[in-house]
T-cell receptor, first 113, second 113 residues
Framework: DGGITQSPKYLFRKEGQNVTLSCEQN?????MYWYRQDPGQGLRLIYY???????QKGDIAEGYSVSREKKESFPLTVTSAQKNPTAFYLC????????????FGPGTRLTVL | GENVEQHPSTLSVQEGDSAVIKCTYS??????FPWYKQELGKRPQLIID?????GEKKDQRIAVTLNKTAKHFSLHITETQPEDSAVYFC????????????FGRGTSLIVHP
């Protein structure tokens, strides 16, 4: 499974700590997305970016932050302000603003201890 | 904004039976409708999609139908096999402008041998 990668696969965090999830793609895609997946909740959009140095809040952005300094990279920081951060986090990319297939990374499972 | 409802949340069938998953959407401007399959512990992957200029699309045992008047679309899987067991997500989006798909909550399909 190449194309879009996430690391680490599993992450444990103590309450009060910030943690950064990595997302890298080599598909030359302009658009990148972060989703949170909880059982029975589907895929909820946290942040998205359509171009380098620009990003927009999704439906559940509170307690999260992102950056897009390079086309290939879109890291997500889960801050201590996120009240319930334990979840499965998925990164995705797509060609751009044309409605088309999204390619997902393998995900990072974050557990707050 | 767009709202996508997906039913049923769980679907249990015997091997060889057909399975149907239905989604409704709220924004009549939506014109791209992908379906993703997520096997346990893996990333979602596109299995089929349909655009608003067609009413039906088939790919081997999988088909998707779209009724724009009623604002609903369905995934049909015929001759189900145990390897079809997974969570299936529908999505709806508007082509052009910002491509931000709205996902349904997912259907857990269980195919019993």
């Amino acid at each position: 499974d190449g194309g879009i990668t996430q690391s680490p696969k599993y992450l444990f965090r103590k309450e009060g700590q910030n943690v950064t999830l990595s997302c890298e793609q080599n598909l030359n895609h302009d658009a990148m997305y972060w989703y949170r997946q909880d059982p029975g909740q589907g895929l909820r959009l946290i942040y998205y970016s359509q171009i380098v140095n620009d990003f927009q809040k999704g439906d559940i952005a509170e307690g999260y932050s992102v950056s897009r300094e390079k086309k290939e990279s879109f890291p997500l920081t889960v801050t201590s302000a996120q009240k319930n951060p334990t979840a499965f986090y998925l990164c995705a990319s797509s060609i751009g603003t044309v409605a088309n297939e999204q390619f997902f990374g393998p995900g990072t499972r974050l557990t707050v201890l | 904004g767009e709202n996508v409802e997906q039913h049923p949340s769980t679907l249990s069938v015997q091997e060889g039976d057909s399975a149907v998953i239905k989604c409704t959407y709220s924004d009549s401007a939506s014109n791209y409708f992908p379906w993703y399959k997520q096997e346990l512990g893996k990333r979602p992957q596109l299995i089929i999609d349909i655009r608003s200029n067609v009413g039906e699309k088939k790919d081997q045992r999988i088909a998707v139908t779209l009724n724009k008047t009623a604002k609903h679309f369905s995934l049909h899987i015929t001759e189900t096999q145990p390897e079809d067991s997974a969570v299936y997500f529908c999505a709806a989006s508007i082509q052009g402008g910002s491509y931000i798909p709205t996902f349904g909550r997912g259907t857990s399909l269980i195919v019993h041998p």
